[in-house]
């Protein structure tokens, strides 16, 4: 009899390891399922193309999180606003699930949308910021936001709780922005983003970044962005193309450990009858 007992226990205890077993395997099955639509979300909201003028370069790079589920809702964006200018935008959302992704596709379709009604920066992201709170729901998203002058190299830019961007001359010289930004996206109504103006002078960078690429367990941000600097600063003196610029400061975000998404977009500016040599958007997104 207490043989009986001991193997009916076996069995029973064999039993509930195996559900626990089929239990896992499809909670596995769902999460990679959830990483993978997120995942297509973020890469079918990306543009396809990037605008085009003379003397103008653009490079963007983008790498997914390759660590558990820290999928996020990272983005770049580049587009012709109505007056002929470009725009630029680069944010980070809130959380590491489909949510996010979701979320920065909103993010990104009222930047675009409300860009037709007005381009000035600090408008624009007070105009998104407003349109976020009317649709409820409980993510945040930091972002930059700039309008470029292709002819002048006359740029305008407003932060919305994001990294600031990195910049570089032919000169020699470079660092990080100083300039005021306002809170995040989606966080507080009626709130006012300053503006800041630039120059982008010829053969000189600007490189835009989300967290992922500067921060994380192996880097803290200050050294994280003092990384990208440096990488700026031999490009724009060595004359490097925009594109392999990107590159480089994405191949960097693998020492800080990249625990979420990397996402990167720089800027150059030629002189005068330079024809620019330019990546395709389409070559720029890699894993």
Known sequence: MPRKRSTDEGDELLARLGSLTAQARQRAQLQRTQ???AIAL????LPRDLPTAPGLHL?????PANIGLNVG?????AFTLPDGRIGLSIGDVQGHNIEAAAFMGQV??????????TGEPGELLARTNDLL???GGDLFATCTFMRLDPATGVLESARAGHI???WATAEGKSG??????GPPLGIERGTEYPVTRHRLTTGGVFVLVTDGVVEGPSLDMEDGLEQVVRLAGIAAVAGLEAHALAAAVIKGAESVGHEDDAAVLVLGLDGPGTTPARSPAGHAVTR
């Open 73 to 77: 809702g990272d983005w770049y964006d």
């Open 35 to 37: 990483v993978e639509l």
């Open 164 to 166: 600031p961007f990195v």
């Open 108 to 117: 990104r379709a009222g930047l675009r949308a409300l860009a037709s009604v």
């Open 176 to 181: 990080v922005v100083d300039d005021q930004g």
């Open 133 to 135: 709170l009317c649709l």
């Open 42 to 45: 973020q890469r079918g909201m």
């Open 59 to 63: 490079a963007v790079r983008y790498a």
